[in-house]
């Protein structure tokens, strides 16, 4: 049994892009992507603030959206 569930996990190696499509999955509408941005201008990397004025999201979700949509770190 533990053999079968060790197998059933062999997609321990991920790519971090495979990652990041994943995360990216999560749609905002354009108004959120406004505000999102504007926000950030103004706030800096306050996701829990930001989320504060977007009903129905988390601080986790706009950080990805940030880390994954609007971070040019490559």
Same mark, same amino acid.
């Given at each position: 049994?533990?053999?079968?569930?060790?197998?059933?996990?062999?997609?321990?190696?991920?790519?971090?892009?495979?990652?990041?499509?994943?995360?990216?999955?999560?749609?905002?509408?354009?108004?959120?992507?406004?505000?999102?941005?504007?926000? !950030?201008?103004?706030?800096?990397?306050?996701?829990?603030?930001?989320?504060?004025?977007?009903?129905?999201?988390?601080?986790?979700?706009?950080?990805? !959206?940030?880390?994954?949509?609007?971070?040019?770190?490559?």
């Amino acid at each position: 049994m533990g053999d079968s569930e060790h197998s059933s996990s062999g997609d321990t190696f991920v790519d971090s892009r495979e990652v990041t499509s994943r995360e990216s999955k999560v749609k905002f509408s354009n108004d959120e992507e406004t505000l999102i941005i504007r926000m !950030y201008n103004l706030v800096g990397e306050r996701w829990a603030l930001i989320a504060g004025r977007i009903p129905g999201r988390t601080a986790k979700e706009i950080e990805e !959206y940030w880390n994954t949509r609007c971070s040019t770190s490559e």
